[in-house]
């Protein structure tokens, strides 16, 4: 059974880079048609799509952070990362990193970072 684990600073001040690591273990991230994706839920709020990458490589920022969002994947590590640039406190919330069969349909889940902007 794959398992994730989220790891990363917990608190970032505004205008600087978010950087957090997902390492997947009990399997592979070129695991064949999977997908390892982030999530975000800020307090209050619904989930949000942050983005993707593939067994390839090939990435999938969200269409709403699609501007300051990074995502890429260690091969040699298992782990995958996200970068997200220019931090608001609008960006603060608890992140989840996951994988699956699909952009959206997930097997597997992290058990969630929080990650607060202030300064």
């Known amino acids: 059974q794959v398992q994730l684990q989220e790891s990363g600073p917990g608190l970032v001040k505004p205008s600087q880079t978010l950087s957090l690591t997902c390492t997947v273990s009990?399997?592979?991230?070129?695991?064949?048609?999977?997908?390892w994706c982030w999530i975000r839920q800020p307090p209050g709020k619904g989930l949000e799509w942050v983005g993707a990458?593939?067994?390839?490589?090939?990435?999938y920022p969200g269409p709403t952070l699609k501007s300051r969002t990074s995502i890429s994947r260690d091969t040699s590590k298992n782990q995958f990362t996200l970068q997200l640039s220019s931090v608001t406190p609008q960006d603060t919330a608890v992140y989840y990193c996951?994988?699956?069969?699909?952009?959206?349909?997930?097997?597997?889940w992290g058990q969630g970072t929080q990650v607060t902007v202030s300064s």
């Open positions: 990458t593939d067994y390839r490589g090939t990435t």
């Open positions: 996951a994988g699956g069969p699909g952009y959206f349909e997930f097997d597997s």
């Open positions: 009990g399997g592979s991230v070129t695991i064949n048609n999977y997908y």
